[in-house]
């Protein structure tokens, strides 16, 4: 495929055949910008452009950046200066196209220091021009500021570009489209905006000029405004107390009079302020002082007394449909949300704000009105105490269930039966001495929600969800469970509406299997034998499944959905039968067929393989142990299917893991198969396709295959070693990272230690033992990197300091000075010891106890 030419920046380019092909030099420059080109080649050719630039995927765009930057720098200059003047381009689409590859580059290039003229360049374009060019620069420095980090950008230039971007909010009288792009731009220059923000009269100006573009006749810019709210509210929360009265005022105005995408941001400022209180109030609990880092202002518990009755009028703007329409967002429902964050920020205060409200109108005649009371009985049912609700859900309880079996409304059951589940999941009090749910309701309590799982399918699946909870409540019950009697007519129940013709409908089907998965979890011993009947009728569904052929590729979707759904209530069968000798007996004589219907569910497919099913494979392999190496011969083609496949990489997670399952039961049993295991996992780390999630489960797993065959593992040290040492070099440092990049590297460092752990482990007793030696001073300057680092999580430490121990005991005196010598044997393993967390601190006492083992011979 020849690629259209760049005509938008009067650059015609041969590139990107496919995206192996290098960024050469293959473009020719046309002598000008080409205004005449037709405005959609110029769009594509700018979106090229831009893709050529940046990638979703990680290391992707890496090579994308690479390639930018290698690129002949005459070549680059010429590109940019195309871009710049595009800017002033008459055609809308042309110079917005030309804003985001403008960004892009200098996402790329100012990191490096290269463009220093770029802010500059642009900043002189929002004086004295036209202001379609003053509108396509401001949405380029809003676009730059998303692409680029704060440090990144000198103090100075940041300055200039804030004041630009709010004058454009400001001077401009007349032309919205510049006040829009100026606003919006605002919204992403925010994280810039630290110093500007602690300086009152700037702020004050900020803020000033913020409340009065949410007052802007335009629509758009209302809505970008409310956006800067948001965002403030959350970035800049502890500098709002000055402002905080005028944006309850802008924002009630606009919740109670604007259009909806507009009162949606004013309602989402104060769901952001929520969100910020309650980690604030979790993070110090009650016990913050003034100099905590961040105070907590309260400025929910304040707003209360006015904030809740607008929220309150909002839950009566229900939509008709709404509970048809399963991607519904309206004011009603964000109107709700909010009230539930406003319940779990300041908890017991909100009760006697809501409940005349409720009381008031649950009975009244209109279904808006007793809908509206209901979600916000349901939405406060979180956050006060138990003590406060109580008496009020008791009393509650019995109209809700009149009202699921009588209210003429759908909406009104729709709501209630949710209300109740919130009622089980948040009060359930199977715990306390005076619970909810008692011997003497809870039969009224189950026929109600049985009769009412006949009812149309979204208040069907509400239903389920609190049939969901109502089990779970029983999970730590242990011998008897009041919902025994129940047992069977739930489950029928259950199976009774997957069979439903409308059950694909507001995801009814997918939520009874999810409840049936979770009252046989919850179930108690008194039912195994029906657990034992259902084995059958799912078995008996999945093979039914099975049957059916020439299926649209529609059907088939349903089909694979369908047998997911199966699969998945087969494994928590497994993982519930299994969990006991006695139960686990009675569930083995099934294993075979079940095993044999995995199998048939594979063979149905082509070249992919099924995710549920290979998890049940995992949870069978863990049942039946060593038994289930008669399944392998026939297994292994699928396992080394999932491994392969890593495109779909959430597969090729699973089976990865499905691997270390079987190492546990087979142990030295997986032998013959670990060849071929070990050659598809080396090739995966190899790759550069796989994504980065799947690293960490392929390294615990080199863990398992050692502990299962020991010594054995000999062979494939020459590969897995330097695989694990060069991942345990890059991770090792984090400076600079985000807090996304933080907890993957943690999770990689994770899978590094149990590699480490179980090939030390795996070798102990053995005469190879010595071959680990050479690796030990890698390890331990591992291990002594990551506590310099500071930032491992706690799960990370309990294994690193396993680690330590694990070395120790498996090569004692062998490498005795040299953990002395390590950092990690003093201070690391001293602030073990004195950890909060017993797990950390009982490993590193095992690793001392070793030590001292290892360094007395
Ligand atoms: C931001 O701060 C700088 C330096 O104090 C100042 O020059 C600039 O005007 C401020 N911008 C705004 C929008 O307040
Ligand atoms: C907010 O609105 C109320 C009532 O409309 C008014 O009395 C009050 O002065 C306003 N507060 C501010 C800070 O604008
Ligand atoms: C009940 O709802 C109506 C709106 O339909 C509202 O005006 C009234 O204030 C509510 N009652 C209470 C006590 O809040
Ligand atoms: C199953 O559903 C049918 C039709 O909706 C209903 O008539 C029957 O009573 C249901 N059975 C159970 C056990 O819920
Ligand atoms: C698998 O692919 C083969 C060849 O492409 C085809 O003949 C066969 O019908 C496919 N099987 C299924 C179950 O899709």
């Known amino acids: 495929m020849l690629v259209p030419s760049l005509g938008v920046f009067g650059v015609s380019a041969i590139f990107y055949l496919h995206s192996r092909v290098k960024f050469e030099g293959k473009i020719l420059l046309w002598k000008s910008p080409s205004e005449e080109k037709p405005v959609e080649s110029r769009k594509l050719s700018g979106l090229i452009l831009k893709n050529a630039l940046d990638a979703k995927e990680q290391h992707k765009k890496y090579e994308l950046v690479q390639r930018w930057l290698s690129l002949d720098v005459a070549l680059k200059n010429q590109i940019k200066a195309c871009l710049l003047q595009t800017l002033s381009s008459p055609v809308p689409d042309a110079r917005s196209t030309a804003s985001q590859v403008i960004a892009k580059v200098a996402g790329i290039e100012l990191p490096h220091k290269q ?377 029928q129940s259950l199976l009774n509406a997957t069979h439903r013709e409308d059950a694909g409908e507001s995801r009814l089907r997918t939520a009874a299997y999810e409840t049936l998965n979770e009252v046989v979890r919850c179930s108690t011993g008194e039912t195994t034998h029906l657990i034992l009947e259902l084995v059958q009728v799912i078995m008996t569904e999945l093979h039914k499944s099975l049957e059916s052929q020439k299926l649209s590729s529609d059907e088939k979707e349903k089909q694979n959905e369908l047998q997911g759904l199966l699969c998945g209530c087969l494994q928590v069968i497994i993982q519930k039968l299994g969990a006991s000798d006695g139960t686990k007996h009675a569930f083995l004589q099934y294993a075979d067929q079940i095993m044999d219907l995995f199998l048939r569910v594979f063979a149905s497919r082509n070249a992919t393989v099924h995710e549920e099913a290979m998890l049940s494979i995992g949870a069978l392999a863990y049942t039946t142990g060593p038994d289930f190496t008669k399944y392998m011969p026939e297994f292994y083609k699928y396992l080394e299917m999932g491994l392969q496949n890593f495109e779909e990489y959430q597969v090729c997670a699973v089976t990865v893991g499905v691997v270390g399952d079987i190492c546990r039961a087979l142990e030295d049993k997986i032998l013959p198969y670990c060849d071929g295991i070990m050659t598809q996992l080396l090739k995966d780390l190899s790759s550069n396709q796989l994504h980065r999630s799947v690293k960490p489960p392929i390294f615990s797993c080199f863990g398992d295959i050692t502990l299962a065959i020991g010594e054995n593992f000999e062979k494939y040290l020459m590969y897995a070693m330097p695989m694990l040492q060069s991942a345990a070099e890059l991770s090792a440092r984090t400076s600079g990272a985000d807090d996304e990049m933080i907890e993957y590297t943690n999770l990689l460092r994770n899978g590094i230690l149990e590699a480490y752990s179980g090939i030390l482990q795996g070798f102990k007793n053995s005469p190879k033992t010595q071959l680990l030696i050479p690796h030990a001073s890698h390890i331990l300057q591992f291990l002594d990197r990551m506590y310099m680092e500071k930032d491992m999580d706690d799960v990370v430490m309990k294994t690193a300091i396993g680690v330590l121990g694990d070395l120790a005991d498996t090569l004692g005196s062998n490498v005795g000075s040299l953990i002395q010598q390590s950092l990690s044997s003093k201070e690391f393993l001293n602030e073990c010891l004195s950890s909060d967390d017993h797990l950390i601190k009982e490993s590193a006492e095992w690793a001392k106890l070793a030590i001292s083992h290892a360094i007395s011979f």
């Open 115 to 491: 463009w220093p003229e770029l802010i500059g360049s642009l900043l002189s374009n929002t004086n004295q021009v036209p202001p379609h060019v003053k509108q396509a620069t401001l949405e380029t420095l809003g676009y730059m500021c998303e692409e680029v980090a704060p440090e990144v950008v000198d103090q100075d230039q940041v300055n200039k570009i804030l004041t630009a971007v709010v004058q454009g909010m400001k001077a401009n009288e007349g032309n919205n489209e510049v006040i829009l792009s100026a606003t919006q731009a605002l919204y992403n220059a925010l994280g810039f905006a630290q110093a500007n923000f602690s300086n009152d009269m700037e702020r004050n100006y900020i803020m000033r000029v913020v409340c009065e573009a949410t007052l802007s006749p335009e629509v758009k810019i209302r809505q970008a405004a409310f956006e800067c709210l948001v965002s403030i509210g959350s970035i800049y929360y502890e500098k709002l107390a000055l402002y905080i009265q005028d944006i309850f005022n802008v924002t009630s105005k606009a919740v109670r009079e604007d259009v909806e995408p507009v009162a949606l941001q004013a309602i989402e400022f104060w769901s952001s302020i929520c969100d910020e209180e309650i980690d604030i109030l979790d993070e110090y609990g009650s016990d913050f002082t003034p100099d905590s880092e961040v105070p907590c202002y309260y400025f929910i518990k304040q707003a209360i007394p006015a904030l809740v009755p607008m929220l309150l009028e909002t839950l009566l703007k229900q939509e008709e449909d709404q509970d048809q329409d399963e991607s519904a967002w309206n004011l009603a429902m964000a109107g709700g949300t909010c009230l539930g964050l406003v319940a779990r920020t300041v908890g017991d205060d909100i009760v006697p704000l809501v409940m005349p409200f409720i009381e008031e109108n649950i009975t009244k005649s209109d279904w808006r009105q007793r809908e509206a009371a209901t979600y916000a009985f349901g939405s406060i049912l979180e956050g006060p105490s138990p003590d406060k609700l109580m008496p009020i859900v008791n009393v509650a309880l019995n109209f809700m269930l009149t009202a699921l079996t009588n209210d003429p409304s759908s909406h009104v059951k729709d709501t209630t039966a949710w209300t109740l589940g919130r009622i089980f999941e948040f009060l359930h009090g199977s715990m306390v001495e005076t619970p909810i749910i008692t011997p003497a309701n809870c039969q009224q309590i189950i026929t109600v929600l049985l009769q009412s799982m006949q009812d149309v399918p979204n208040v069907a699946e509400k239903v389920c969800g609190a049939l969901y909870f109502l089990a779970q409540g029983y999970e730590d019950v242990d011998s008897s469970s009041p919902l025994t009697p129940y047992f069977q007519a739930i489950v």
